[in-house]
């Protein structure tokens, strides 16, 4: 599996995650590969979002570590998505234990590559997202980030950060109040400058 | 965005804006997934993380305390050094108001020629007598020797003629 981790492996179209899970622990060491294909971008995007782009390679490193050793244990393969997750949240929350700092967001011109579109506008736009998104409190960002960045419902995001469902509304209730109040409220300074 | 059932205050249009945003903001980047992807091989194959090529921010050092215990740590110096400097060299106005240091500079010269015409005296028996006077310093030999700074003339201080008719 190691050596030929450069080269992403096929992944099966018919096969699900379960089906990975079990080829892997049937021996199959490109399952995991397969495993780390599908879910990869996604796990980065949140592990961007949890820990800063910074961090986030090596909260990524170390998700994908952690999910090798114990994928053993997993118990249900049909819950592997969730169980990631539930992963990436964990060890994100460890790291920022640890960090006792803010993530960092970089600027608009540090990003690899602007987004499609404007290119000046929209990288301004998503970075003032993220620099929001960076300043709301550690469980309305998970929240809010597992609704409109992994498109969880609210039982499956309970489920993960292993809350009640309406504590998780209630969540994303407030962390979107925030964000609209941080966004909308620098518009209106750009709004009112001569 | 779907909309949340409690969110009932909420702004559709802002709501709007934010679904936009949220879909503009598509994540990494493929470079981004491609270096994530790199360290994920690397600590695979070790077992254990690997260090990013960012490394992660320090902590601010609290300058103010390090510029306080640099600034302690000179003034201790300065205090050590300055009596010990006092010591060793005398001040400008102890040295115009006497000139004993040059005088016995002079002294200790004749002392050490008066002395070492005992040694020579004492080591090498069986050779004739030097010229040297055992107990008092040859006056010819000294004035040979200072001859360069009697050559100075009026810059001569003003013991040197005494002492020349000492040694005499």
Partial sequence: ?194 | MNRDPLDHDADPDADGRLAALFARDRGPEPQELAAARLLLKRALARRQPQPTLLPAPRRARPRVLAFLAQAAGFALLIALLVPTLRRIAPSAATWNATNTPRADLVASLADGMRALGTRVGRLLPGLPPLELDATLPNAETIDRALAPIRSLGDELPAWWPSLHSDAR
């Fill in chain 1, 1 to 194: 599996m190691i050596h030929a981790m450069t080269v992403p492996a096929k992944p099966s179209a018919a096969a699900t995650d379960a089906d990975e899970v079990r080829a892997f622990l049937a021996g199959d060491e490109s399952a995991f590969e397969r495993l780390v294909d599908r879910h990869q971008r996604r796990i980065l995007h949140l592990c961007q979002r949890l820990a800063g782009v910074n961090d986030a390679n090596d909260l990524f490193q170390d998700v994908f570590l952690q999910c090798y050793r114990a994928l053993p244990q997993l118990r249900a393969p049909e819950a592997f998505h969730g169980w990631l997750l539930q992963i990436t949240v964990r060890r994100a929350r460890r790291r920022a234990q640890a960090r006792r700092g803010p993530i960092g967001v970089p600027e608009p011109e540090q990003f690899t590559a602007p987004p499609e579109g404007d290119p000046l506008e929209l990288a301004d736009e998503v970075a003032r997202l993220r620099k929001a998104l960076a300043r709301l409190p550690p469980r309305q960002r998970e929240v809010i980030a597992l609704r409109h960045d992994q498109e969880l419902s609210f039982a499956e995001i309970a489920a993960v950060l292993d809350l009640r469902e309406d504590a998780a509304r209630a969540n994303h209730y407030q962390g979107l109040k925030r964000l609209r109040r941080e966004l909308l409220g620098d518009d209106d300074r750009e709004a009112t400058r001569p």
